[in-house]
């Protein structure tokens, strides 16, 4: 700031500038744009190619068709809810990836200036609430399970509880 002011110039105006600069910016990028070059910027640090190639494929699947024309900056909580929707309760753990993908998108859009809320944050409360434990059993799907080590263990505690009526 002393260096502005001794140049001459309002500090408040170069900020009022710098960020009408990262609206306009926000106004060009798109939600696609911005995740490609996020996953550019990121997939030299990623070990396995597979990895790299599945981190896009979840966009190009279930984020592009939807709001990957978005400009970032509109792009709101109930667009990212319209995009998880389909797969929240069906494929949980693709949901879930989904949804960490894009808040990596809008987090580093912010931190790059082109947005200054992140809409992703908030989906978790438009959306129902995931079902935690799945069964994975399935000839017997009302038992549910818990990993241990090498072995799959039942979930009660006592080791003398009997097994569910369907095994």
Not at 8 to 19: L, V, Y
Not at 140 to 153: D, I, Q
Request: charged content about 25%; some cysteine.
């Amino acid at each position: 700031m002393r260096r502005l002011i001794e140049a001459g110039k309002d500090p408040i105006e170069e900020r009022n500038r710098e960020q009408q600069g990262a609206s306009i910016a926000a106004a060009t990028l798109t939600f696609e744009m911005a995740a490609r070059e996020l996953h550019e910027e990121l997939k030299p640090g990623w070990k396995n190619a597979k990895h790299a190639a599945q981190w896009i494929s979840t966009f190009e699947t279930y984020v592009f068709p939807k709001i990957g024309a978005k400009k970032l900056d509109a792009v709101t909580p109930a667009d990212c809810a319209d995009v998880l929707r389909p797969i929240w309760l069906d494929k949980t753990e693709t949901a879930s990836r989904t949804r960490q993908r894009m808040h990596a998108v809008m987090q580093w859009a912010w931190a790059h200036g082109h947005i200054t809320v992140n809409p992703v944050s908030v989906v978790d409360h438009i959306l129902p609430k995931q079902n935690a434990q799945k069964s994975i059993n399935r000839r017997c799907p009302g038992a549910t399970y818990r990993r241990s080590s090498r072995r799959v263990l039942p979930t009660t505690s006592k080791a003398t509880a009997p097994a569910p009526p369907c095994c």
